[in-house]
Every structure is written in C-alpha cells, then in structure tokens.
C-alpha cells in the first residue's frame, strides 16, 4: 500500500496509463492536491495530472524548488506597492507605510531596497512614533539580518502560482458588501523584474465553495488585466484558508515576520 505524504508536497508520481498506450507508464512532477477519489498532482505549467490511486506505481517526495533572494525582493516590491497605505516614504532603502487600515501590510517599514540595513531602525520608529503608530517592521525571509530585542507580532505565508490564461469570459461583479471588511480585494502592480502580479486579499465567504468560486473569479480577473502570477498573504495560524488555497493550485513561496521596533527596545547586530 502507498504511503502518502500530506497534500501541497512536491511529487514525482509513475502511473499506469490507460490500457494500450504507449509507453504504458508515465510520470507526474509537481504538488500533490488530492488522493481520493482521484490522484490530483498540479505540475509546474499549472495543469493537472490526474489519476486512480490504484495505478499509481512509484512514488517519491521533492523538496520545493528553491526561491531566490531577488525573486523574494520583487514580489514584495509589487505587495507594496498594491498596499501603499495612505502615506508613504522613502528611508535608506526600506518603504515606510502608514493608513487607517488595520493591517500589519499597510502600517508597516518593509526593507524593498538591497541597501537596506538595521541602522535606519532608530529613524523608522521616531517616523511611526511622530505619528502615534506602533513602529512595526515586516521582514521577509532573507531579506535582512534581524536585530535583538524585537517584539514578534506574528507571521504570514505568502503563497503564489500562475494566472490561467484569460477566457474570454464577460467581466464579473465579484466585490461587494461584507458588515467588516470588504468581500473580497485585488490588485494587480508590476514587479522591478518586469512580472505582473496579482495580489489577492480580505477574503470573506460562507462556505468553501462560495471562497473557491471567489478566489477562481478574482484569478480570471487579474488575467484579463495582464497579470500572470497570483499571490495571497495568510496569516500563520489561518490553517483553513492555507488548505483552501493549496489546493487550488497556490505553493509556498516565502514567510514575512512582522516586529515591533519600540524605542530603545533593541540593539544592533
């Protein structure tokens, strides 16, 4: 009997074809999505391969392809910009945001440029601080050396894949009223690398499948402006939407910690 790993693990799959085929046995390279009733494996192009359990000859677990520092920096960059906040600034390589929203994305310093460096840390707080905000700091894996002495407010995962091919279908009402928040939010920025991204975000639906039909809808939107690859922010501890998003078809591309720099509360490293 197989034995699985959990589902969003890289694969590689060697299945048994229809009878006749030739070659009689192929393979499956990418994330596992489902075993029952059917194999589901999403590969790299987005398709997905799709098979009974049954046939399913070999089996052998990935590691996810490496995401390089540069693609990281471009990613954030275009998030940004879909989160400018209400005001904005410029320091030494780290883009400083500030708004009424309650978000930790839009009231944030996020270090964007290479340049960036703990030592603009005592200006970002006197910033937030002139402006009765808490100083917070988003850093996204490897993108800075941390300082000691910050508080860690918590983190989120930012999940990517592509954006299907648009369809050619009408253009769809799909925003609208929630008593919170907004039903559903996308944006579409460019990257520095030249990438069309699609942010998605505040998501807010009565059940798996309205989210689905939501996030589908929001996707086929973002390829009718141009986008090609999609990203959503979910916070670490929001298992339930990571699951939902997984499998449809979004993979890990890297975490961002969000910390409080409180004046005199640090040191340097």
């Known amino acids: 009997m197989m034995?699985?790993?959990?589902?969003g693990t890289r694969v590689t799959v060697r299945y048994r074809r229809p009878p006749g085929s030739v070659?009689?046995?192929?393979?499956a390279v990418g994330h596992l999505l489902a075993l029952d009733p059917m194999v589901r494996v999403q590969t790299k192009t987005g398709a997905v391969a799709e098979f009974a359990p049954a046939d399913v000859v070999a089996l052998r677990v990935l590691s996810d392809a490496p995401v390089r520092t540069s693609e990281i920096r471009a990613l954030e960059h275009a998030a940004a910009t879909a989160w400018p906040g209400i005001e904005q600034a410029w320091l030494d390589g780290w883009l400083l945001r500030?708004?009424?929203?309650?978000?930790?994305?839009?009231?944030?310093?996020?270090?964007?440029?290479?340049?960036?460096n703990t030592d603009t840390i005592p200006s970002i707080v006197a910033w937030y601080?002139?402006?009765?905000?808490?100083?917070?700091?988003?850093?996204?894996?490897?993108?800075?050396?941390?300082?000691?002495?910050l508080s860690d407010d918590g983190g989120e995962q930012v999940l990517v894949r592509d954006v299907p091919e648009p369809d050619g279908s009408p253009?769809?009402?799909?925003?609208?009223?929630?008593?919170?928040?907004?039903?559903?939010?996308?944006?579409v920025t460019d990257a520095p690398d030249g990438t069309r991204w699609l942010g998605l975000s505040?998501?807010?639906?009565?059940?798996?499948t309205s989210a689905r039909r939501s996030y589908e809808a929001l996707l086929a939107w973002g390829a009718r402006h141009g986008a090609t690859r999609a990203y959503l922010r979910i916070e670490d501890r929001d298992s339930g939407t990571a699951a939902l998003a997984q499998s449809l078809g979004f993979r890990l591309h890297h975490r961002t910690r969000y910390l409080v720099a409180r004046p005199g509360g640090w040191d340097n490293v």
């Open 23 to 27: 070659p009689p046995l192929t393979d």
């Open 171 to 187: 253009e769809l009402d799909i925003f609208g009223a929630h008593p919170d928040a907004a039903v559903a939010r996308a944006a």
């Open 202 to 208: 505040a998501l807010h639906a009565a059940g798996e």
């Open 129 to 149: 601080t002139r402006r009765n905000l808490t100083p917070r700091l988003a850093i996204p894996d490897r993108l800075l050396q941390l300082p000691a002495g």
């Open 3 to 7: 034995s699985w790993p959990a589902l």
């Open 98 to 116: 500030a708004g009424n929203s309650a978000t930790w994305a839009a009231n944030s310093a996020v270090p964007l440029d290479i340049s960036a």
